[in-house]
C-alpha cells in the first residue's frame, strides 16, 4: 500500500522559513494536499493540487511537489501557525495521509 | 456557510453497534462524494470510507470493512455511518468531510467538528 512519510516534528523561530516535507514514491506524479490542525480544532485545508491556496489562506503558505517529496513552505512564521500538518495524496481511490508533522514555534 | 455537523458518537461496548450521523447545510450534497476520516487520541488522521453523490458507489478502508457501512440521505442532506462490531481501536474522533473538486483535483474541505466513539467495557 502507498505510504507518506512526514518527519514528526519541524521547530522554528518566529519570523523564519518552516519546510514541512512529506515523501512518497514518485509523490510528483500525483497531487499532494495539506492540512493544518490546531489543537483541539477540526482539520483545515491550506494547500491543494500541489501549490493552491483556498480563499483565507495567506499567501505567505505555500506548496509544492516534485519528484519523491511534497514541501509546505510557511514564509515569516508566526505563533498562530504552531498545529500539526499533514500532507494527503490519492493512490487510485484511495485516501492516504501522512503521518503528521508538529510545527512548533520556538 | 457550508457546515458539517456530526453527532452520534458515545461510549459503547467492545463488539456493540452505534449509528453517526453528519448534517450538511450550505450546499446541497448530492453533487459531492462524502466521507469519513478518524483520528484516534494523539494520533493523525486515517481515512474510513466514502460514498458518492447517488450512494451507490461505497469504499471502505480495510480495517473498517465488513463491519462498517456508509449511507447517505440527499433529501435530508445527511450521511451516516453505521458501525458494527466494534472494536477498541475504533476508539477515535470522527470527521465527517466533503470532497471538494475541479477539472484536475479533489480534495477534503470543509471538516466537521468531529464526533468522540469510545469503544471500552
Known amino acids: 500500500s502507498y505510504e507518506l512519510t512526514q518527519p514528526p516534528s519541524v521547530s522554528v523561530s518566529p519570523g523564519q522559513i518552516a519546510s514541512i516535507t512529506c515523501s512518497g514514491d514518485?509523490?510528483?506524479?500525483?497531487?499532494a494536499y495539506w492540512y493544518q490542525q490546531k489543537p483541539g480544532q477540526s482539520p483545515v485545508l491550506v494547500i491543494y493540487?500541489?501549490?493552491k491556496r483556498p480563499s483565507g489562506i495567506p499567501e505567505r503558505v505555500a506548496g509544492s511537489n516534485s519528484g519523491n517529496t511534497a514541501t509546505l513552505t510557511i514564509s515569516g512564521t508566526q505563533a498562530m501557525d504552531e498545529a500539526d500538518y499533514y500532507c494527503?495524496?490519492?493512490?487510485?481511490?484511495?485516501?492516504?495521509f501522512g503521518g503528521g508533522t508538529k510545527l512548533t514555534v520556538l | 456557510e457550508v457546515q458539517l455537523v456530526e453527532s452520534g458518537g458515545g461510549l459503547v461496548q467492545p463488539g456493540g453497534s452505534l449509528r453517526l450521523s453528519c448534517a450538511a447545510s450550505?450546499?446541497?450534497?448530492?453533487?459531492?462524494?462524502m466521507h469519513w476520516v478518524r483520528q484516534a487520541p494523539g494520533k493523525g488522521l486515517v481515512w474510513v470510507s466514502r460514498?458518492?453523490?447517488?450512494?451507490?458507489?461505497?469504499n471502505y478502508a480495510d480495517s473498517v470493512k465488513g463491519r462498517f457501512t456508509i449511507s447517505r440521505d440527499n433529501a435530508k442532506n445527511m450521511v451516516y455511518l453505521q458501525m458494527n462490531s466494534l472494536r477498541a481501536e475504533d476508539t477515535a474522533v470522527y470527521y465527517c468531510?466533503?470532497?471538494?473538486?475541479?477539472?484536475?483535483?479533489?480534495?477534503?474541505?470543509?471538516w466537521g467538528q468531529g464526533t468522540l466513539v469510545t469503544v471500552s467495557s
Open positions: 468531510v466533503r470532497e471538494g473538486y475541479n477539472s484536475y483535483a479533489n480534495w477534503f474541505d470543509p
Open positions: 450550505g450546499f446541497t450534497i448530492s453533487s459531492y462524494w
Open positions: 460514498v458518492n453523490g447517488d450512494g451507490r458507489t461505497t
Open positions: 514518485k509523490l510528483g506524479d500525483k497531487y
Open positions: 493540487q500541489n501549490t
Open positions: 494527503q495524496t490519492w493512490d487510485s481511490t484511495t485516501v492516504v
